[in-house]
């Protein structure tokens, strides 16, 4: 039987567009929440709206939890184009650095859940998806100490894009603010909600292409070993 090597960075399907735009997004509304975030903490202030100074009031209250959370994100966001682009494949130090931001990130995530302001529905969303972040890190870490390329980058992308899922979770806030005055919903009704929708559209967007990509490659010829997932 003729062997077929493993797909190398540069055989790999190209990604659809939707993904490209999407992880994009992301980005920059996950750089753009930090920012605002860090700029409130500074500089507080109660002109806006009743419930954004309420939500301002409530970060400021644990202001140094806040700050050991979101700002190692914000490095792991502006360093995760540098992982998850075959462009950048050639720099090794960004996954090295990934990792322990990633632990980071988690380990404060379960720590600022004990000030969730959506209540048990949004501390569940954060216990189960930090979960599944910290160990799709875990695994991506574990394969990449044995030297196993490609399931090493799946397991990050997995984590990339399950910590995107915050930036995913802000239109769906915006929506429900933006309804707050027909629903009467307030953000501690809501939050858990955008929590669960926003997280759980990334995972399963991230999924479903995964798994169609893998699923091409067995039907294209069942010898080859099933293709990694990269962002061209």
Known sequence: ?????????????????????????????AVAVVLRRLLALASPSHSGPPQMAGLDDAFASHAALTLAH????????????????????????????????????????????????????????????????LYSLARSFRHRQRGESAPQRRWLLRAIAILLGIATTRPVMGVFFATSAATHLVPSQFFGIAFWIGFSVNVLAFELWLRSVERRSQHQNTDTVPASCALP
């Not at 077929?4 to 939707?18: A, D, F």
């Not at 004990?114 to 972040?133: K, Q």
Request: proline content about 10%.
């Open 1 to 29: 039987m003729t062997t077929i090597p493993r797909p190398t960075p540069s055989t790999l399907p190209r990604s659809p567009l939707w993904l490209r735009i999407g992880f994009w997004i992301c980005v920059i509304i």
């Open 70 to 133: 979101i700002i190692p994100a914000l490095l792991f966001v502006l360093l995760a184009p540098f992982a998850a682009f075959t462009r950048f494949s050639h720099l090794k130090w960004p996954e090295r650095i990934l990792f322990p931001l990633g632990a980071v990130v988690g380990a404060t995530a379960y720590a600022m859940s004990a000030y969730s302001i959506g209540g048990w529905t949004e501390r569940s969303a954060v216990f189960f998806f930090d979960s599944l972040f």
